[in-house]
């Protein structure tokens, strides 16, 4: 950008992310009675003044005959200023170096306690405009500077006019006395600063709402720390994900939608087309048709355990990087496993169901103790090992079957088929993955295998059993009752109706896919893969992906981050480093992994890169990817 630009930036709710008098005023009303009373009055004014429902003159005379503040004061409020810059201005301190000559901080506030924060970003004191305190002889605050142009109705639109500034002028700024500015004629664009507080009336007037500098820097391509603004990453979470979630991405300045319900892959297909990342559970079904349709995204949160619904290769040859929380769900799962198998020893659910119609059945028959019963466990990685653990503290004897070589954790035994667990154990419990090769794991021979009154429990996947079977298998008493909380076909929302061949059996605990869904359980899931994929955005760092190679990445200081992800396929990297080479770039850092499918390289460069060198980048053989971080 030519330096015949001008910059005038606001201070209050823009520069810093609160208001400077509220600020002080907070301190100086510390432990004072009426602080609540006050404060708020204090807000409402500057709010009025704000978007302009009264003149800023009658506002900071009332606001400051309410405040009984002194230069101790200000200097506590200094402290606290200086913490309170904000994100985006912190972020990109080569703005403010490079054009310190060519920013105005032009404020209603006052220069007292501006100055020292403004400062903190390499800004000269000759550039400040604003207002000045008057004191008493002990230091306290009496008034302004009546004489000072910014104390007077449109005093910033005043200051411009006499500033005469040559050039270009663009205004940022929060309030409705910063939008004046340009409907003076005197700037060419007010962009409205919503980082820390977003007004109606102002946005409403602004050239170009800018929620944050980044996003600025961004409009005006001038160096920023972020290549690509955190407003402009579109976010779309279904299925009712954890409200953390959205909390987490919302916080990091992303753009949200949020939707309850799955959608089908005709819908998704159109709805993910400018999305950045997507966020599902286990209903909505992440397709090659949809992936087409996605020129944007970045990543994906599987905000459950498995990632069958997600077509894992279809992702990675898109450079997609797919995240889930394996971990997460694991204990409520378990504790539902604990549940059903005591109430299906204890035949509740046939006693429960005859209470409610009324008859009263006191017996012990076909009532069990857990304890010393043989639970047979069908998959032994994180649910089934936890399984074992306390189910073996209850006194149930626990055997396992893995495909897999586990370690036992305790007494558990394992077994070396599946037809030794099912013909030793009175309770089968399945957690095994949605595979393809476990659908009907269990079917009519399995299950007809399995000891006579013994129980099954599937709270994995919906096709690993087959149903129709399960009902044979129960109808004829060789299955004394079963808990399934996981079914071939699911309804999207809780409008659809339910229906299965095991409605209405005795002894049969019928569950929604519920195994995960406790409070807890998609409180950890949100905060575990939101944060996940906000790390890879940020970073590159791909721990935990489960269809990119895993990099763990440093941070990153004072260079550039570039990503490119690529197909696996030999000299990639020496290609690479020769455009590096080409353009005398040194490297700071360079780190590549791979899987059978691709590579993924990141490099860090220690000087500014030019266009030639990422053109270079994204049109290399073979490249899937190539993104900017810093």
């Known amino acids: 950008m030519a330096e015949n630009k001008n910059f005038i930036i606001d201070f209050d709710s823009t520069f810093t992310k609160v208001e400077g008098l509220e600020a002080l005023a907070e301190i100086a009303l510390h432990n004072k009675p009426n602080k609540k009373k006050i404060l708020e009055k204090i807000e409402t004014l500057t709010e009025k003044a704000m978007q302009g429902d009264i003149s800023f003159r009658e506002s900071l005379e009332k606001r400051l005959a309410l405040l009984p503040a002194n230069k101790d004061h200000l200097k506590l409020l200094i402290v606290r200023l200086q913490k309170q810059i904000s994100t985006s201005f912190n972020r990109n301190p080569t703005f403010f170096t490079q054009y310190k000559n060519s920013i105005y901080i032009v404020s209603s506030g006052f220069k007292d306690f501006i100055i020292p924060v403004v400062e903190r970003l390499g800004l000269s004191a000759k550039n400040v405009y604003a207002n000045t305190f008057t004191y008493d002889k002990e230091g306290n605050i009496t008034g302004f500077d009546e004489d000072n142009i910014l104390s007077t109705n449109n005093g910033k639109v005043k200051l411009l006019q006499q500033l005469d500034l040559q050039g270009d002028v663009y205004v940022v700024g929060d309030g409705y006395t910063d939008y004046e500015m340009k409907a003076a004629g005197l700037a060419n664009k007010f962009y409205a600063f919503t980082e820390n507080v977003a007004r109606e009336k102002v946005m409403h007037k602004a050239d170009h709402i800018t929620p944050s500098l980044d996003e600025f820097l961004y409009v005006h391509q001038m160096n920023r720390t972020l290549s690509y603004p955190k407003n402009r990453i579109k976010v779309l979470l279904l299925e009712n994900i954890h409200a953390d979630a959205k909390k987490i991405f919302e916080e990091e300045g992303y753009q949200i939608e949020s939707l309850s319900t ?26 090659e048709k949809v992936l087409k349709q996605a020129k944007r995204l970045i990543g994906v949160g599987a905000f459950c355990i498995g990632t069958n619904q997600i077509d894992l290769e279809a992702c990675a040859k898109k450079g997609v990087s797919v995240f889930n929380a394996p971990f997460s769900n694991t204990r409520s799962v378990v504790e539902l496993a604990i549940g059903e198998i005591i109430f ?3 035949n509740l659910p046939t006693k429960m169901q005859a209470m409610q119609d009324g008859n009263w059945q006191k017996s012990a028959q076909n009532s069990y103790e ?35 070589d586990k370690l036992p954790l305790g007494n558990v035994t394992k077994c070396k088929s599946l037809k030794q667990l099912l013909t030793t154990c009175d309770i089968i419990s399945l957690h095994v993955e949605g595979k393809t090769e476990n659908k009907n794991l ?5 299950l007809n295998a399995m000891k006579k009154g013994s129980i099954l429990l599937n709270l994995s996947r919906g096709e690993v059993v087959d149903l129709n079977a399960l009902k044979k298998a129960l109808e ?17 929302t809780n409008q659809e109706k339910f229906t299965s061949v095991l409605q209405g059996m005795p002894n049969v605990i019928l569950t929604p ?14 905060n575990f893969v939101a944060n996940k994929i906000i790390k890879y955005v940020n970073t590159g760092s ?65 000087k500014a890169y030019d266009e030639a060198v990422v053109n270079k980048l994204k049109s290399l053989e073979g490249t899937i990817k190539f993104r900017v971080l810093y």
């Open 262 to 287: 799955a959608l089908d892959e005709a819908e998704l297909a159109e709805k993910i087309k400018d999305v950045s990342i997507l966020g599902i559970r286990s209903k909505s079904l992440l397709t």
């Open 344 to 346: 299906l020893l204890r």
């Open 370 to 404: 857990i304890r010393g019963k043989k639970l047979g466990i069908i998959g032994y990685g994180n649910i089934g090992a936890q399984l074992s653990v306390l189910a073996e503290n209850m006194g149930l004897d626990v055997y396992y079957y893995d495909i897999v």
């Open 442 to 446: 269990l079917g009519e021979e399995e």
């Open 476 to 492: 004829s008493g060789n299955l004394a009752g079963a808990g399934i909380d996981v079914f071939p076909e699911e309804p999207k």
């Open 513 to 526: 896919h519920i195994g995960g869904s406790t409070i807890e359980a998609q409180e950890n899931i949100a």
């Open 542 to 606: 791909s721990t935990s992906s489960v269809n990119f190679p895993n990099l763990q990445l440093p941070q990153l200081q004072d260079a550039h981050r570039l990503l490119h992800i690529h197909y696996n396929r030999p000299g990639i990297l020496a290609e690479i480093n020769s455009i590096f080479g080409q353009h005398n770039i040194n490297i700071d850092g360079q780190y590549l992994k791979t899987n059978q499918q691709i590579g993924y390289v990141i490099t860090d460069v220690n």
